[in-house]
């Protein structure tokens, strides 16, 4: 089963930020957050990852609170094309790399 | 940029037959998965596949699966013989590592499967 938390959906305007949370409350010391998103019915999109620390690419930032039982992540201006599944995702130990989908937030941008 | 290629796209086939879903990974990368996800449910693991054999599997990826990588590009999931509730949207992905900090996976379009 899925290891994490998150809110079932989430709305957020166009070119506002979208934040979206994620609870991993038993997360390990070793695990890495992931997160993946999945647009309509493609195949998921990696997008972030990170340990303990804030990470930021050019697609999203993911915060990681302190204590690593939650993690926030952002898309600091949401287009339509950002409307997805997103997943967050708690992964690896370095003896597996299979990857635990739960229902993930469905987020609907909107004009 | 490179990108993971599956084929065919839709799957139709008769319950009972056998049906092999393809896949063709990104070159440089050395370890290959299988996913499923059944209409309006979650991506579900299959199985994990590394230096030509199986690494890890699920509960799912029972007898009537295997995974085979016949020549060095593709990598195939075959199912035996098919029943209904193997109709699925099928998702092959490879990463160039694995666990740990190298969980990036890369998926294809997926194979929707139909099975009558």
């Known amino acids: 089963d899925a290891k994490t938390t998150q809110p079932t959906s989430m709305d957020c305007a166009e070119g506002r930020a979208a934040n979206l949370p994620c609870n991993h409350s038993?997360?390990?010391?070793?695990?890495?957050v992931y997160w993946y998103r999945q647009i309509h019915s493609q195949g998921p999109q990696y997008i972030i990852h990170?340990?303990?620390n804030n990470e930021t690419n050019e697609m999203a930032s993911l915060i990681i609170t302190e204590d690593r039982k939650s993690s926030t992540l952002i898309l600091p201006h949401a287009t339509l094309r950002d409307t997805a599944v997103y997943y967050c995702?708690?992964?690896?130990?370095?003896?597996?790399?299979?990857?635990?989908f739960g229902t993930g937030t469905r987020l609907q941008v909107f004009p | 940029e490179p990108e993971v290629t599956q084929t065919p796209s839709h799957q139709v086939t008769q319950m009972g037959q056998e049906v092999i879903l393809r896949c063709v990974p990104i070159?440089?990368?050395?370890?290959f998965y299988w996913y499923r996800q059944i209409l309006g449910q979650k991506v579900e693991f299959l199985v994990s596949f590394y230096n030509n054999e199986i690494s890890e599997k699920s509960e799912i990826f029972d007898d009537q699966f295997s995974v085979e990588r016949p020549d060095g590009s593709n990598f195939t999931l075959k199912i035996r013989s098919t029943k209904l509730e193997d109709s699925a949207m099928y998702f092959c992905?490879?990463?160039?590592?694995?666990?740990?900090?190298?969980?990036?996976?890369?998926f294809g379009p997926g194979t929707r499967l139909t099975v009558l």
């Open positions: 038993t997360i390990s010391g070793n695990e890495y």
């Open positions: 992905a490879s990463s160039e590592e694995a666990g740990g900090p190298y969980n990036e996976q890369f």
């Open positions: 070159s440089n990368h050395l370890y």
């Open positions: 990170g340990l303990k």
């Open positions: 995702i708690v992964s690896g130990s370095y003896n597996t790399d299979k990857l635990i």
